[in-house]
């Protein structure tokens, strides 16, 4: 099975930047997902990693390390905008795409 | 435009009354996937296909059943049998993977179910 963690709540600064975490311990291991997630809509894909190393999207960068079971979500210049849940989740290896999400971050971004 | 719906947004369901959601897709894609997310708590499967005319349980298939008789359609019921059906629920589709590859899941913009 799937064990996925991630911080319940984080509080940031309009401009500044922030790091949510997320541990994960798997049976199978098929690449590692962050979504966003405004309250009360579905969750929009932001970044994949299956390699280990960080992925660069403009102001959001991912980072896995899959020998350390962990990932962490960089969100840069942060934005009004920008507060809403952060889902981590994990694809297992088998041919179905099936993926085990977090319980999410919920960010919020203070003027 | 590709993408997928569900309807309605909103659903209200009785004690002891069966309901169905709707799910399509006209991406193509040959996956699709039932998530239920509880307030403060992130998603949990409760079925997937990967094919027409098949599909498998996920970790909450109790009280839940589906049906796949076209690519592009998945429609959920919620039975009597699930006794805390109040939830936020989400439908999804997907490329199969078919090896390491960055296709995401897409999804529906959900529907909330709510007991009376």
């Known amino acids: 099975g799937q064990n996925i963690d991630q911080p319940t709540e984080m509080t940031a600064t309009e401009g500044a930047i922030v790091q949510i975490n997320c541990t994960y311990q798997?049976?199978?291991?098929?690449?590692l997902f962050w979504y966003q997630q405004h309250a009360g809509e579905a969750p929009t894909f932001l970044s994949y990693?299956?390699?280990?190393g960080l992925e660069e999207k403009g102001r959001f960068s991912s980072f896995l390390s899959r020998s350390k079971g962990y990932s962490y979500l960089l969100l840069k210049e942060l934005q009004m905008k920008d507060s809403a849940s952060y889902l981590c989740?994990?694809?297992?290896?088998?041919?179905?795409?099936?993926?085990?999400f977090g319980d999410g971050t919920t960010l919020t971004v203070k003027p | 435009d590709g993408g997928i719906t569900q309807s309605p947004k909103y659903l209200f369901r009785k004690e002891g009354q069966n309901v169905t959601l709707s799910c399509e897709q006209n991406?193509?894609?040959?996956?699709m996937y039932w998530y239920r997310q509880d307030p403060g708590q992130g998603l949990r499967l409760i079925y997937y296909s990967q094919i027409v005319n098949d599909f498998q349980k996920g970790d909450i298939a109790e009280g839940y059943s589906v049906s796949r008789e076209k690519k592009e359609s998945f429609p959920l019921t919620v039975t009597s049998a699930q006794k805390n059906p109040t939830a936020f629920y989400l439908c999804?589709?997907?490329?199969?993977?078919?090896?390491?590859?960055?296709?995401?899941?897409?999804f529906g913009p959900g529907t909330r179910l709510l007991v009376l």
């Open positions: 990693n299956v390699l280990d």
């Open positions: 989740a994990v694809r297992d290896s088998s041919n179905a795409g099936k993926s085990t």
């Open positions: 991406l193509n894609h040959d996956a």
């Open positions: 999804a589709s997907s490329i199969l993977p078919g090896g390491a590859n960055q296709e995401t899941q897409y």
């Open positions: 798997t049976s199978g291991f098929n690449g």
